[in-house]
């Protein structure tokens, strides 16, 4: 179905999403509304896998997690262990570059109600395995939430049953494609506002996985 790795501006590929972007494009004019692209590293050591952007986060902005509160933990967190570079300033022209890093999403449109359908996050799995199939260097995943973890293993023609999802589990992923390299696969939570607010994050919880894929690169740079 896709054979790029992120969809136009004006993807048709999901009815009702097509119909929610007409619709936002309508009540917020100026706003990108439109699939939001991967944000980073074009050949990424690490690649970070959300859900969807958010209606007023990255549907607005145009930049992964930028614009509301999933951000303002996933940004400075990438910046305290060296996976971004500059200040984060909650808008996409606030000049912050990732640094060996990518992020992108399961599905690249704002779902409504920040649930998309079975059949939407199948029909945005060609871009993921696009993106995978584009990578030399990739090393290590950190999926945020079961989705992710779910796109993942599905892109790389692993089954989701060998691999429970768990925040702070690891698995060793061996793709035979479009990925012909292990990878290690690391699962949090998703940062979202809820998630934070009901205490199932800590910011500690965040940063211990990514203190952990730190210290998977640089073993691998080190083997």
């Given amino acids: 179905m896709a054979s790029c790795i992120s969809p136009g501006k004006n993807c048709a590929f999901c009815p009702r999403l097509v119909k929610f972007r007409a619709a936002n494009r309508k009540q917020f004019p100026g706003k990108f509304n439109a699939p939001v692209p991967s944000f980073g590293d074009a050949d990424p050591l690490l690649l970070i896998v959300g859900l969807a952007p958010g209606l007023k986060g990255a549907n607005f902005s145009g930049r992964a997690f930028t614009g509301d509160a999933s951000g303002d933990l996933l940004y400075p967190t990438l ?7 500059g200040v984060f300033g909650r808008s996409a ?5 990732l640094a060996g890093c990518r992020i992108t999403n399961a599905v690249r449109c704002v779902p409504p109600a920040n649930k998309p359908t079975p059949k939407e996050i199948a029909a945005c799995r060609p871009f993921l395995e696009n993106e995978f199939a584009s990578f030399s260097r990739l090393k290590a995943v950190v999926a945020l939430g079961a989705v992710a973890h779910n796109s993942v293993l599905k892109s790389l023609g692993l089954p989701a049953g060998r691999h429970k999802f768990g925040h702070g589990n690891t698995h060793i992923l061996k793709p ?5 390299r292990d990878l290690t696969l690391i699962d949090s939570y998703h940062c979202s506002r809820y998630n934070v607010n009901t205490g199932r994050l800590t910011p500690r919880m965040f940063e211990d996985i990514f203190a952990q894929a730190r210290e998977i690169l640089g073993r691998a740079k080190t083997s």
């Fill in 176 to 180: 035979a494609k479009p990925v012909a």
């Fill in 93 to 97: 022209d606030d000049g912050l570059t």
């Fill in 79 to 85: 910046l305290k262990f060296g996976f971004a570079k």
